[in-house]
């Protein structure tokens, strides 16, 4: 699939899952074995302590993971992710989850990713990393 067409078809994909439609995520980059999803931090994904709440930053994690493993295997679904939390998400204007397949066999990719805070201004801070197990969707 060329280049254009990869990231039109990534696009509806994101855009028909209701819980990405109701955060706002957006696909940034979809490459073939790569994948950057944006979020913006808005008030109501924080938690009592003012972080950006744990459960946004795996989900980000989880849904740049299987985007990446899709874009090898096509459509695929997420069968294990590990979330470890490096650092609090505080004060960032944004998420940048930034998925890559380390490994991808005919119906598995593992694939790992750094979910990073973007503030308004400065350098980007990595606040977690997973890896994850993709696995392709029989029909």
């Avoid at 280049?3 to 995520?25: C, D, H, I, K, N």
């Avoid at 295997?73 to 380390?102: F, S």
């Amino acid at each position: 699939m060329d280049p254009a067409a990869l990231m039109t078809f990534g696009r509806e994909v994101l855009a028909s899952q209701p819980f990405s439609a109701l955060l706002g995520t957006t696909l940034d980059v979809f490459v073939p074995g790569r994948a950057e999803l944006v979020l913006p931090v808005r008030p109501e994904l924080l938690q009592q302590h003012g972080f950006v709440h744990g459960g946004v930053l795996a989900y980000l994690a989880d849904n740049a993971t299987t985007f990446a493993g899709g874009s090898i295997l096509g459509d695929a679904v997420t069968i294990d992710v590990t979330v470890n939390y490096v650092r609090p998400a505080t004060g960032m204007a944004r998420l940048r989850a930034v998925a890559t397949v380390v490994h991808a066999g005919r119906t598995t990719a593992v694939c790992r990713c750094d979910v990073l805070g973007e503030p308004e201004a400065g350098e980007p801070t990595l606040c977690a990393v997973a890896q994850g197990t993709i696995r392709k969707v029989s029909r």
